[in-house]
T-cell receptor, first 115, second 111 residues
């Protein structure tokens, strides 16, 4: 399967714990996006990387959230001191940025439940 | 990015054409109309996009009005697997652009 993969698919944690999610983009894609989706809502943008550089962050990304993309390949999203409001689906997408095309391909998501 | 307005939900009979409308009256000249869909418990899936001409691919057709203020996504022969939330998104195509999702239209295909 050459699509975007995300691990784990589900994560249950207790309030106050730290969690880390991983996203493996399509291999030749240089752009990587993170989105968050709560129940009944459309996905909301969190942050974006071009290669290893994090170029944009939403104000939704509080200081408890950090994302990295070392070497411009896979990416990790860490949430420190989780809160119940962090419960959501975390989606990763990648794209091959050229002069005109930036269709984003999404992974299956990681569903986080904070108890 | 321009805001879009879509009906909250729609129903369609299996085998019939599903026509999903989208209003984007504030769209600007360099903005494209994109459609994604999200099947339950999966990530969004790209369907099609267009600027001003009608577009067709293996999944769907996109009809954009001449004034570009609205568009319609057409699934020509809907199947049960087309049941999903469909998102109409307006964005500039050039460069990296985050997708701004609205509430979308929940399309239910009935047998």
């Amino acid at each position: 399967d050459t699509g975007v993969s995300q691990n784990p698919r589900h994560k249950i944690t207790k309030r106050g714990q730290n969690v880390t999610f991983r996203c493996d983009p399509i291999s030749e894609h240089n752009r990587l996006y993170w989105y968050r989706q709560t129940l009944g809502q459309g996905p909301e943008f969190l942050t974006y990387f071009q290669n290893e550089a994090q170029l944009e962050k939403s104000r939704l990304l509080s200081d408890r959230f950090s994302a990295e993309r070392p070497k411009g390949s896979f990416s990790t999203l860490e949430i420190q001191r989780t809160e119940q409001g962090d419960s959501a689906m975390y989606l990763c997408a990648s794209s091959f940025g050229t002069s005109g095309s930036d269709e984003q391909f999404f992974g299956p998501g990681t569903r986080l439940t904070v108890l | 990015d321009a805001k879009t307005t879509q009906p909250t939900s729609m129903d369609c009979a299996e085998g019939r054409a599903a026509n999903l409308p989208c209003n984007h009256s504030t769209i600007s000249g360099n903005e494209y109309v994109y459609w994604y869909r999200q099947i339950h418990s999966q990530g969004p899936q790209y369907i099609i996009h267009g600027l001003k001409n009608n577009e067709t691919n293996e999944m769907a057709s996109l009809i954009i009005t001449e004034d570009r203020k609205s568009s319609t996504l057409i699934l020509p022969h809907a199947t049960l697997r087309d049941t999903a939330v469909y998102y109409c998104i307006v964005r500039r195509r050039q460069g990296a652009q985050k997708l701004v999702f609205g509430q979308g239209t929940r399309l239910t295909i009935n047998p």
